[in-house]
């Protein structure tokens, strides 16, 4: 530490530090547009220029070390003069237009330029124009005149989205940012340079011209779309919500948001958005009804199918885009009618995983240690699109020397260096852990599990063993594929033995954004009780659906679709009227997490409760209220709280870090692997949960493109097939024609097909055989 004196204040900073860092430390503003405490130190705008004593000339704040026994000035004469000098030369170019620009009220230049711009222009020469750019549907350089080459968006591809996606063009006052060759903007954290962008260069182009920021309430709120559980501020105007942008969290989301996060209440107001109670006719027809009539029918006919068929006949399923208020409510309801059936976890097709676990899978460990592990070792997971603020903590600590390692079906470019990895097809992942588990305890000269003894570990296995044994901070992380594959108990099983041999931590990066709080809710099976697989795979004769959309949450989406029609009761609890009308008898029009109170639980197991942002559309009220009434209908004891909060503290009471456990029953072992063609199955970052589906601007990005079938050039050698050719695909549900895309990342023997899209549900499971014939 050094001790400098800034403005007359004495403070100690470390060492190598920059002097604008010390003055923030202090409290004491210095102006500036290109630093930014995340990014790289450019020094090119020169706002920040500070009168250092024993200096010749004025230095840049950001780009000067401090010493010790410095002393700064940076409100005196000099370096006022400084900064008023380079704020004349950023407005000779800049166009002074504020109040048609996007970022009127809320610009950085225009705050500085009311301290230290002058009252009129000694500039009377033409001013250049940069004619607009079109970078994608998300973000907005229509008005690329405005940039000031503060370089923050450049500097942000490079070191937080991890490619280089825009850069500067020409010299001197000709330079202009701009992205390769006329590229759109592709990275899935692209909306944060609309944050840092000093100016109105780069905006939302859904936001645009919608509202001015002094016309905005905001609030605070969290995001349902993964397991981060990033901090949101939604901005509404009329009850309506116009924009959300990242609210600093540096344990959790850092001040960066996806642009999952950033975009989907695009989809929150979609034309098919449900507003009103309605039933099926006789005839198949919908018919709009009061909430009570809805209800009363719901309760009838429940009591019926118990009288005659019993209370196990009747069934829940939800999404982990549900609060966990919502959750536990929906559990008790069924528990209190007598039955376990309950589930939220609709992807996971392993039927044993459940037992297998000791309590709540989480992350294994705070999200902020992910910077600052020495050793890591993914297993199952399209890490960038799954979790892309996971991958932007790990990117940061590859940068530190960080050695990651991969086991995956398809080796995506996750944009962050990778020390090893394996590509195979899923069924083989549970053997390939085996493997890497026997090339480590070798390497520490100890037994091999007596299950194991046949195992011959690959160089690629061994190279992995040896840079897991190796480290210090060792994790262990199973994504979301290696928990939905139907060996996912014995691959847990796996990675957890190898994680003790590493003498690291096991964890699960957890799919949704409340799936850790699904399970402290209770909203899995009990004693007797059936799992979301089970339930739709051996119909039941009345089922319960919270914020699900069936067809594309569920694994094998084209048979939930088909057993919830045959049900004798299907109640669907939904946001979205296309989202059930195919299946449901009864739609109850729920507030998404925007319009209602609640609490989500992320990957790390913290708590965090929000309050409803904007008034619910229609008749659509919050999920928590609406189970609480059915209980109190069916005449049941336990339904008599008046707030989200009274739930919340019910459920989450007592120590909740000691109901997380990473723990698995099972020992170490090898599965069979599957014979012919293996499906591979991502869920496109944009096709996740029925909000994101419906947000129009993000389906009109290159990740959510219609689906293809993708395959090594081997495997299309092999089946006489060219890139480009349709396809006939048959699965054991069905058959879908696709078009065939040449792609050596994916595992030998495998056809990778998107989950999520109503082309590929007549597919069905995410995981099996297929046939592929050239049409």
Wanted: with cysteine.
């Amino acid at each position: 530490m050094v001790e400098l004196t800034i403005d007359g204040l004495t403070v100690e900073a470390p060492e190598g530090s920059m002097v604008i860092q010390a003055a923030h430390k202090l409290g004491v503003y210095v102006p500036h547009f290109c630093y930014h405490k995340k990014l790289s130190i450019a020094a090119n705008c020169r706002m920040c220029l500070v009168d250092v004593e024993k200096a010749p000339k004025a230095l840049p704040a950001c780009a000067t070390p401090v010493t010790n026994g410095m002393v700064v000035h940076t409100r005196s004469e000099k370096a006022v003069a400084a900064q008023k000098s380079v704020m004349e030369f950023l407005l000779i170019n800049h166009p002074l237009d504020c109040p048609v620009c996007d970022q009127g009220g809320e610009c950085q230049l225009q705050d500085l330029a009311v301290g230290y711009g002058g009252s009129e222009s000694r500039y009377h020469e033409p001013k250049r124009v940069v004619p607009s750019k079109n970078i994608g549907p998300l973000v907005g350089a229509e008005e690329m005149q405005r940039c000031i080459h503060c370089t923050r968006c450049v500097r942000f591809g490079q070191e937080i989205g991890g490619m280089m996606e825009m850069g500067m063009l020409h010299r001197g006052e000709h330079s202009e940012i701009t992205t390769f060759v006329g590229r759109a903007v592709e990275s899935e954290l692209s909306g944060n340079m609309i944050d840092i962008c000093p100016v109105g260069a780069l905006t939302s182009k859904p936001f645009r011209f919608s509202a001015r920021t002094w016309e905005l309430a905001r609030r605070r709120s969290v995001s349902p779309h993964d397991s981060v559980g990033a901090n949101l501020v939604v901005q509404t105007k009329s009850e309506r919500v116009m924009r959300v942008v990242p609210f600093e969290n540096e344990d959790v989301n850092e001040c960066w948001i996806s642009d999952r996060d950033r975009f989907s209440y695009t989809g929150l107001y979609s034309p098919d958005r449900l507003t009103q109670p309605m039933i099926k006719g006789e005839d198949g027809t919908w018919h709009e009804v009061g909430w009570s009539d809805a209800l009363e029918l719901i309760v009838r006919v429940t009591n019926e199918i118990r009288e005659q068929f019993g209370a196990d006949q009747l069934g829940a399923i939800a999404s982990p885009l549900a609060t966990t208020e919502e959750l536990a409510l929906l559990g008790r309801l069924m528990r209190a009618l007598g039955s376990e059936n309950v589930d939220f976890r609709l992807r996971q097709t392993d039927d044993s995983l459940g037992q297998a676990l000791e309590g709540a899978p989480w992350l294994g460990m705070p999200i902020a240690e992910l910077n600052e592990l020495d050793r890591v070792l993914v297993v199952g997971s399209f890490l960038r699109k799954d979790h892309p603020l996971f991958t932007q903590r790990l990117r940061q600590a590859a940068k530190k020397g960080t050695q990651i390692t991969l086991i995956d079906s398809a080796a995506d470019d996750h944009l962050l260096p990778v020390a090893e990895r394996i590509t195979v097809a899923p069924s083989a992942m549970a053997n390939i852990v085996a493997e890497v588990l026997v090339a480590l305890v070798q390497r520490n000269e100890q037994a091999v599990p007596d299950a194991l003894a046949s195992v011959q570990p690959s160089d690629a296995a061994r190279r992995i063993a040896e840079s897991l044994g190796s480290g210090e901070r060792v994790a262990v992380l199973l994504g979301n594929t290696a928990v939905s594959i139907g060996n996912a108990s014995q691959l847990a099983a796996n990675a957890s033995a190898l994680a003790q041999a590493a003498g690291g931590k096991f964890g699960f990066l957890t799919a949704g954004g409340n799936t850790v709080g699904g399970y402290l809710a209770g909203a899995t099976p009990g004693e007797g009780g059936r799992t979301a697989e089970q339930m739709l795979r051996d119909p039941l004769k009345a089922y319960f659906v919270l914020h699900a959309e069936p067809l594309l949450d569920s694994d094998n989406g084209a048979r939930a679709v088909e057993t919830l029609k045959a049900a004798g009761l299907a109640v669907a609890l939904t946001s979205y009227r296309s989202a059930a009308q195919d299946w449901a008898d009864v739609m109850l029009p729920i507030a998404p997490f925007t319009e209602t109170s609640g609490t989500f639980v992320n990957a790390e197991g913290r708590v965090q409760s929000f309050k409803g942002t904007a008034a619910p559309m229609g008749e659509a009220r919050p999920g928590w209220k609406v189970l609480r009434v059915l209980g109190n209908l069916f005449q049941l004891t336990g339904f008599d709280e008046e707030s989200s909060e009274t739930v919340r503290d019910t459920v989450l009471s007592g120590d909740i870090a000691a109901r997380l456990s990473n723990g698995i029953k099972g020992a170490v072992g090898l599965t069979p692997v599957q014979e012919g063609v293996e499906r591979v199955t991502d869920v496109p970052i944009y096709r996740t949960d029925a909000i994101v589906r419906r947000a129009g601007p993000l389906q009109e990005t290159p990740a959510s493109l219609p689906p293809v079938v993708r395959a090594s050039s081997a495997l299309l050698a092999q089946l006489g097939v060219q890139s480009g050719d349709m396809v006939r695909v048959r699965s054991a549900q069905g058959a879908v024609e696709l078009p065939v895309q040449q792609d050596d990342t994916v595992a030998a023997g495998t056809a990778r097909i998107a989950a999520g899209f109503a082309q590929t549900a007549p597919l069905g499971s995410a995981f099996g055989q297929l046939t592929l014939e050239r049409i």
